[in-house]
């Protein structure tokens, strides 16, 4: 099981600022959705830059033109780009075409899939890399998380990896850990944290006791 650390609210000298306390702890770092719409891919570039061993994740959830847009993630420095899983099946195989040219990785996001377990397997077939189920902000203000869409994944999804997102903090990791996800993302159960690097080593630490 492996840590993404998604930074969705700051800017790019404090997202670089906050890797910096945390890069020991992580195994990817994301450059989420605000932070593509207020920077652009600049942020992928200067992240990737600053860190040149550390994975990236372009969080661009791209839902239409995806070949094109995960060229343009590949060429700023991403290592693995996420497109909806409510797009078109033709979108996807071009995002996984494209990013197998640049030998990059795709990541479905599944927020606001109705059907996660048909679509999670036709994903499956399609080839991408990693299926993850998302509760968004706007859904995670109204109580929801996705413990039980991991479990669903998990029972049909036979090659790609799994992981989940969506308000995770040190409190339900334990419970996240139990489904044993292949990835693990959170952000402001570190970034609204006082000490993120504690925070941080803490929640790794339990992972990897698994
Ligand atoms: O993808 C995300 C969200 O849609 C905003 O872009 C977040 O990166 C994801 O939800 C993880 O962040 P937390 O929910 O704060 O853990």
Request: proline share 2%; net charge negative.
């Amino acid at each position: 099981m492996k840590l993404q650390l998604a930074l969705d609210l700051v800017n790019i000298p404090e997202a670089i600022e906050l890797v910096k306390e945390v890069e020991s702890y992580i195994d990817i770092v994301e450059i989420g959705t605000p932070v593509v719409i207020n920077e652009g891919l600049k942020a992928v570039k200067e992240m990737k830059a600053a860190f040149p061993n550390l994975t990236v994740l372009a969080d661009l959830k791209i839902m239409d033109a995806a070949g094109y847009e995960v060229s343009q993630a590949s060429q700023a420095g991403a290592d693995i780009i996420t497109i909806l899983g409510t797009a078109e099946d033709q979108s996807i195989k071009g995002a996984v075409e494209e990013a197998k040219k640049h030998n990059k990785k795709i990541l479905v996001d599944m927020i606001a899939v109705k059907d996660i377990e048909t679509r999670a397997k036709e994903l499956d077939e399609l080839g991408v890399d990693y299926i993850c189920v998302h509760t968004g902000y706007d859904l995670q203000a109204v109580g929801k998380n996705s413990f039980e869409d991991l479990a669903t994944i998990k029972s049909v999804v036979k090659q790609a990896q799994t992981a989940i997102a969506g308000g995770i903090k040190q409190e339900t990791l334990t419970e996240v850990i139990k489904h044993q996800p292949d990835l693990i993302i959170v952000g402001g159960g570190i970034t609204s944290k006082e000490d993120k690097q504690a925070v941080a080593r803490e929640m790794k630490e339990l992972i990897q006791l698994g």
